[in-house]
């Protein structure tokens, strides 16, 4: 279950106060229709992108959307709203909301996007407002759109990216789509109260992780139809295998037991291979944890950072590609039998079709499969 945090009114009352100049709404307390706890928030209008903007600037070739489906303008804000780190602890974090501004009359669904590892702030969903970003993409389709930057991003950048942490990964979307539903309701945006969550590699764990996280405690008011989550780590600790058995720094230990490396050894390799993955001019901060858990103590070091073995209630469409060199197809299959063993009943793979269907060969035809599955779905 997630924790549930409760705020003193008087304070969020103080804080939209101090805040009003620079910020369209202030939100957070107790939501009088459900009284469910909203984690404090403010929203800050960013700008306007026309249909024509995005069309210009949006690639088909990267993303395979047919370009006549971007129907709307969109309107973009940040949310900054309370969520927990790596720790455990409140921090202030950031994402994007993107509005198609539709008629009165068109509702719309919500939909959450996750996005793969980046290592620029510069590019986090609140930061890049891109006409090709796929968050306003989505939204021109129609879809109201938000995005979490995670933690160690946007307004938290500089605090330790929670990066293949479970918790802190689907609480922060988590808190983002309470937090943004809360606010539409109270701007009377016309909604259907149906919610469907995407994200593309490290954007896939933490679909995975967010889904399993809706279905334990649900936001009242919106129901969840379904996820689609594509060429994510979903099966951390055997990514891991796969990639360290390749690169043979230590012999292979069971998974009850911890590797006993010399002193020192764990804390260099992790710094080896976490030097391997972010590029040298990164400015953001990972954390660390679980590779170097892997390293230090085997597969039972990660364990609790795995998503591939549960019950789901809601469809899960899976999308991977067969030869992906960056999270192997291993995670989509594992997950497909893992979860079917525990009794769930709408979980399917789309495989990629690309040639070769790498990590980055596949990417446009996931924009393809997000697209015709939304809907297939009846989601527009």
């Not at 996750?114 to 970003?133: M, W």
């Not at 103590?297 to 073995?309: I, P, T």
């Not at 192997?328 to 495989?351: C, H, I, W, Y």
Request: glycine share 8%.
């Amino acid at each position: 279950m997630l924790q549930k945090r409760h705020f003193i009114s008087f304070i969020n009352i103080g804080l939209c106060f101090l805040l009003s100049l620079g910020l369209s709404a202030c939100g957070g307390g107790d939501d009088s229709s459900t009284n469910e706890p909203v984690p404090n928030y403010q929203i800050e209008y960013l700008k306007t992108l026309t249909r024509d903007e995005i069309s210009k600037a949006f690639d088909s070739q990267q993303l395979q959307i047919p370009t006549a489906a971007l129907q709307y303008d969109v309107k973009l804000y940040r949310i900054s709203y309370t969520t927990l780190n790596n720790q455990g602890a409140d921090v202030t974090a950031s994402g994007l909301l993107a509005v198609p501004q539709k008629a009165a009359v068109l509702a719309s669904t919500l939909l959450s996007f996750q996005h793969a590892t980046i290592f620029y702030n510069s590019e986090a969903p609140s930061n890049d407002l891109t006409g090709h970003a796929p968050p306003i993409v989505i939204a021109s389709l129609g879809y109201m759109t938000l995005a979490a930057d995670y933690v160690g991003y946007g307004v938290s950048a500089g605090h330790p990216h929670p990066y293949l942490m479970l918790k802190p990964s689907a609480q922060a979307v988590h808190d983002l789509i309470k937090v943004g539903y809360d606010w539409l309701k109270k701007q009377n945006i016309t909604l259907n109260n149906k919610l469907a969550l995407t994200g593309y590699s490290e954007g896939g764990y933490v679909t995975m992780a967010a889904h399993q996280a809706l279905e334990q405690e649900p936001i009242t008011g919106l129901t969840l139809v379904a996820s689609l989550p594509a060429a994510g780590p979903y099966h951390l600790s055997a990514t891991l295998d796969f990639f360290l058995d390749s690169l043979n720094p230590f012999s292979k230990v069971d998974t009850a037991g911890a590797r006993n490396l010399p002193d020192g050894v764990s804390e260099w390799l992790t710094k080896l291979l976490m030097g391997q993955l972010i590029p040298d001019d990164s400015d953001v901060v990972f954390d660390n944890t679980v590779i170097y858990n892997y390293i230090d103590a085997g597969v039972s070091g990660v364990e609790a950072y795995n998503v591939y073995d549960w019950k789901a209630l809601k469809p899960v469409y899976l999308f991977h590609g067969r030869e992906d060199e960056t999270v192997p197809f291993l995670n989509a299959t594992d997950a497909l039998t893992a979860m079917t063993a525990k009794g769930s009943t709408q979980v399917t793979l789309r495989e990629c079709s690309a040639s070769p269907s790498t990590h980055k060969g596949c990417v446009p035809e996931y924009g393809a499969f997000v697209y015709n599955t939304l809907l297939n779905l009846g989601l527009n």
